[in-house]
């Protein structure tokens, strides 16, 4: 979206409430834009911190470019209370499952895709291991094309550990490594990594690349040097201004072309 200062231009922004996994009501945090017409819409994936102000903050953010944006909030069932504490507490239980957390964002999915104002494409973001978890769902569930409202037509992984995973971190919660569904993506995917990350290391992303390339997969890798895990963050040390800049505009053109 190209901004010109002589436009009309609002957003409204709410927390409602969704049907997540197994029919579950869980709230999230919907922004959309006003105005006429119908609009593409995201889906973004928190991170491991939590449902915190940030993913508020960017779920606004891509409603400003132009997309109808719900946040899910994955922790629901843990209780509320501060960010930092729920994440806490569902850090200390081995995290959510891995069918939580698809269960959630396909229908957070549906939510939007059902709404009036949305043009039928629906995009899927996440961080860390939003990042794992927005790979998972793109890799889970149907594309839009297909007819399955549950399904994304474009993914956006941000430095998500755990993709690869070795046998031994395998889980009852995490119990197949995301590369392994590989196969079944089906939609575009743009990764944006840190070369000095540990969680996934170059090494990791080197096998995930492979692992697409092996199924003719159509997605876009970019790597920074210079940054590690969470470059995007503005409010911990871990931003990096550049590679935040172009990585986000890497991110809005990439919407472009797969949701417009």
């Given at each position: 979206m190209v901004y010109t200062t002589d436009m009309n231009e609002g957003i409204h922004a709410e927390t409602v409430t969704m049907l997540g996994a197994n029919g579950?009501?869980?709230?999230?945090?919907?922004?959309?834009?006003?105005?006429?017409?119908?609009?593409?819409?995201m889906v973004l994936v928190h991170h491991m911190p939590g449902w915190d102000l940030w993913y508020r903050?960017?779920?606004?953010?891509?409603?400003?470019?132009?997309?109808?944006?719900?946040?899910?909030?994955?922790?629901?069932?843990?209780?509320?209370?501060?960010?930092e504490d729920v994440a806490a507490k569902v850090r200390a239980e081995g995290g959510v499952s891995d069918d939580s957390a698809v269960g959630d964002l396909a229908g957070?999915?549906?939510?939007v895709s059902a709404l009036p104002y949305v043009n039928g494409k629906?995009?899927?973001?996440?961080?860390?291991?939003?990042?794992?978890?927005?790979y998972l769902a793109s890799c889970r569930t149907l594309r839009q094309a297909q007819g399955d409202a549950s399904g994304f037509n474009a993914a956006i992984d941000c430095w998500g550990g755990r993709?690869?995973?070795?046998?031994?971190?395998?889980?009852?919660?995490?119990?197949?490594?995301?590369?392994?569904?590989?196969?079944?993506?089906?939609?575009?995917?743009?990764?944006?990594?840190g070369n000095d990350d540990s969680a996934p290391t170059p090494?990791?992303?080197?096998?995930?690349?492979?692992?697409?390339?092996?199924?003719?997969?159509?997605?876009?890798?970019?790597?920074?040097?210079?940054?590690?895990?969470?470059?995007?963050?503005?409010d911990r040390a871990a931003y990096r201004q550049a590679q935040a800049v172009d990585?986000?505009?890497?991110?809005?053109?990439?919407?472009?072309?797969?949701?417009s």
């Open positions: 579950d009501k869980i709230n999230a945090y919907l922004a959309r834009p006003l105005g006429e017409g119908k609009f593409p819409a903050e960017i779920t606004y953010k891509f409603a400003h470019h132009g997309y109808v944006t719900i946040s899910p909030n994955l922790y629901f069932r843990a209780g509320h209370g501060t960010p957070a999915a549906k939510y629906v995009g899927i973001f996440g961080t860390c291991s939003g990042g794992r978890h927005a993709v690869v995973m070795s046998p031994d971190q395998l889980t009852p919660k995490t119990p197949v490594s995301p590369l392994d569904y590989t196969k079944d993506l089906a939609c575009p995917l743009l990764g944006l990594f090494a990791q992303v080197d096998r995930h690349e492979a692992e697409l390339k092996k199924h003719s997969k159509e997605y876009q890798f970019h790597r920074y040097d210079g940054a590690g895990h969470g470059f995007f963050y503005h990585g986000w505009q890497k991110v809005f053109a990439f919407l472009e072309k797969h949701l």
